[in-house]
């Protein structure tokens, strides 16, 4: 039977990031997708204008009925905008039967807009990311989650940190870094680097939303964790080398 991945994330209208590219990923890497919808924006790519949440009754109902009506394989979450949508999913998880999480940390959209609310933040550390078996933080979002500054000197350590917070893997992200965007993955066995090369500059909107479905699509078909990343982050700079540029220079992925 085809993997089900259900995917907790927002609704971006231009379908580079959220929901709908989470999907056209998971259909991209053959397994079935289901989605929670936590939030609406307004944005384009000049960058998020306006941002509407769902209640966290709403979702953790979605949640619900879509755990009752068949097996869900992985579960990817992305954007949750408030603390009580992450308190909704945090509790939705605990009650249905599920398979891998993988949980990317939305913090901040690329152009600084918040796509969680600050109290939220904490609620996340605390609830989701000891629930999460991948955690897939960018460079600042690393740094926000462990109160340090967003240097990339130490992301081994970094990510060794936020391991400790339960999390079973992280890759912490390196396309924020300057220079190389290697990333680094830690689980229990081992930290090691995943050598990336900049493929062309200018800001890419929605790769970190398709890494993470990539992965939980990975996840589903049976791969481990680390080869799961490994798959997502060639098939991600594929795409980044044949991504259209929208709009001043920031460059849509295609799926
Ligand atoms: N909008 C939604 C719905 C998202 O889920 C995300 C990222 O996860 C973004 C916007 C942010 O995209 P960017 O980093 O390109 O601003």
């Known amino acids: 039977m085809t993997p089900r991945v259900l995917v907790i994330a927002g609704l971006d209208p231009t379908g580079g990031a959220g929901l709908t590219a989470d999907l056209a990923v998971l259909r991209r890497a053959n ?17 998020v204008r306006s941002t509407v949440a769902m209640s966290g009754a709403f979702v953790a109902e979605t949640v619900r009925m879509l755990a009752d009506r068949g097996r869900l394989d992985a579960v990817k979450i992305g954007m949750l ?41 904490q609620a996340l ?11 897939t933080p960018n460079v600042p979002e690393a740094a926000r989650l462990t109160g340090s500054s967003p240097d990339t000197t130490a992301e081994e350590h970094r990510a060794q940190v936020l391991r400790a917070r339960g999390a079973r893997a992280v890759l912490l992200k390196g396309g924020h870094r ?52 490994r798959r997502a ?9 044949s991504a ?12």
Not at 36 to 46: E, L, M, P, S, W
Not at 178 to 201: F, K, N, S
Request: proline share 4%.
């Open 31 to 47: 397994v079935a997708g289901v989605v929670a919808a936590t939030a609406i924006t307004v944005q384009d790519a000049g960058g």
């Open 178 to 229: 300057i220079g190389e965007p290697d990333d680094v993955w830690v689980d229990a066995e081992r930290t090691i680097r995943l050598y990336g090369r900049r493929l062309g500059d200018g800001r890419i909107h929605g790769a970190g939303c398709a890494l993470a479905s990539w992965i939980a699509a990975g996840l589903a078909l049976g791969f481990d964790g680390l080869a799961a990343a």
């Open 125 to 135: 550390l605390a609830d989701l990311v000891p629930q999460s078996d991948v955690l």
């Open 233 to 241: 982050k060639a098939e991600v700079a594929q795409a980044i080398e």
């Open 244 to 255: 259209e540029v929208a709009f001043n220079g920031v460059r849509y992925l295609r799926w």
């Open 81 to 121: 905008a408030t603390r009580e949508i992450v308190d909704a999913v945090a509790r939705s998880l605990r009650t249905i039967p599920h398979g891998p999480v993988v949980l990317d940390p939305v913090l901040v959209s690329g152009t600084g807009v918040p796509l969680l609310e600050d109290a939220g933040v």
